[in-house]
């Protein structure tokens, strides 16, 4: 039979508590994590997983752009601009910037399975982040389309830089 090993402390697993494998050094249970088929806590699977499904949703969420950028960069006005932008370890979006007299930006994060686009404002003027959301304002507005996102942040930009225009 293969040693069991604990991932965080290197120690071999001699014991089994309630028909579970036990690490003495840690106090844990040990359990399979199947990505690495590395003996880890409950608590460390759960890490693991939650982590591998971030990746999952961040390469996800980088085809979703590179699919509908093109599209995106064609349904905005003339003298705007639709570009890939992407921070470290964190989903892509597709960044729409209004004409230059606006210093604004709208981020539109892909579909992850469970709404569609969402579409953020970000005004570096006024320092101002916000999402877009329904009428009513209960939740965050969701757009089945690449398409409607665009228009709507069009729109929120248009209001951003109406707003900012001194009177
Ligand atoms: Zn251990």
Not at 66 to 91: I, K, T
């Amino acid at each position: 039979m293969t040693d069991i090993v604990c991932s965080r402390c290197q120690t071999l697993s001699r014991l089994r508590r309630h028909g579970l494998r036990w690490c003495e050094a840690c106090e844990t249970y040990l359990v399979i994590d199947a990505g690495t088929g590395r003996w880890v806590s409950f608590a460390d699977r759960e890490q693991r997983r939650r982590a591998a499904e971030e990746d999952r949703a961040i390469a996800r969420s980088v085809e979703l752009v590179d699919e509908h950028l093109p599209e995106a960069q064609r349904l905005v006005p003339e003298g705007w601009a639709a570009r890939r932008h992407q921070n470290d370890g964190a989903r892509c979006h597709v960044a729409i910037d209004a004409p230059a007299d606006v210093n604004a930006t709208s981020y539109l994060s892909p579909p992850d399975g469970k709404s569609g686009w969402y579409v953020r404002v970000h005004n570096r003027t006024t320092g101002i982040d916000f999402p877009l959301y329904t009428d009513g304002g209960a939740r965050a507005a969701s757009f089945d389309t690449i398409e409607a996102a665009v228009a709507a942040a069009v729109e929120a930009l248009r209001v951003e830089s109406a707003e900012a225009r001194p009177r």
